[in-house]
């Protein structure tokens, strides 16, 4: 895993749908769904994944259950449409790479040490997911289909923070 990099990000707005994740469960089964269904009804067309898009999951942590919100980064809402959207206020990420081709085992056990050591600098976000979720902690999941997840499956996870 590469160094981390740390990253000002302005409010992030993203279309798309929440799951609860159970079992290690398909997250992106019901943004599949909903995305196959783009060509046929006009609800779903709005958001769909093209090109150079950048799939996000974001998984909402609370103390008993997990929640993954997936799909993509939209600059405005749409009226009618069968995707919800999610606010995400803007925040200090700490940006780390996985390598989804190895044990992630370690990568995280680095990223928690990260956390740890740097406890005395910034401090997780809890966030109320616009209602959607009690107060929970989060980090954002990138995909970037387009470039590194296509070419060698890295993932970009940033989890937010605040500066103490």
Not at 13 to 31: F, I
Not at 124 to 129: C, T
Request: proline share 3%; aromatic share 14%; with cysteine.
């Amino acid at each position: 895993m590469e160094s981390v990099r740390i990253v000002e990000n302005k409010a992030l707005l993203l279309a798309g749908c929440l799951v609860e994740y159970k079992d290690r469960s398909n997250d992106w089964a019901k943004w599949e769904e909903m995305d196959s269904k783009a060509d046929v009804d006009p609800k779903y067309a709005h958001h769909h994944l093209v090109n150079d898009h950048h799939a996000h999951s974001v998984f909402l942590y609370r103390k008993n259950n997990i929640y993954v919100f997936t799909r993509l980064e939209v600059t405005d809402e749409v009226v009618d449409t069968a995707w919800e959207y999610m606010q995400f206020p803007p925040a200090t990420y700490a940006v780390f790479e996985l390598d989804y081709k190895v044990d992630q085992g370690p990568q995280y056990e680095a990223i928690e040490n990260w956390i740890k050591d740097n406890k005395s600098v910034y401090k997780r976000i809890e966030w109320d997911a616009n209602g959607k979720v009690d107060l929970s902690t989060y980090a954002i999941y990138i995909y970037k289909h387009d470039g590194k997840f296509k070419d060698s499956k890295i993932v970009e996870c940033w989890i937010p923070f605040v500066k103490q």
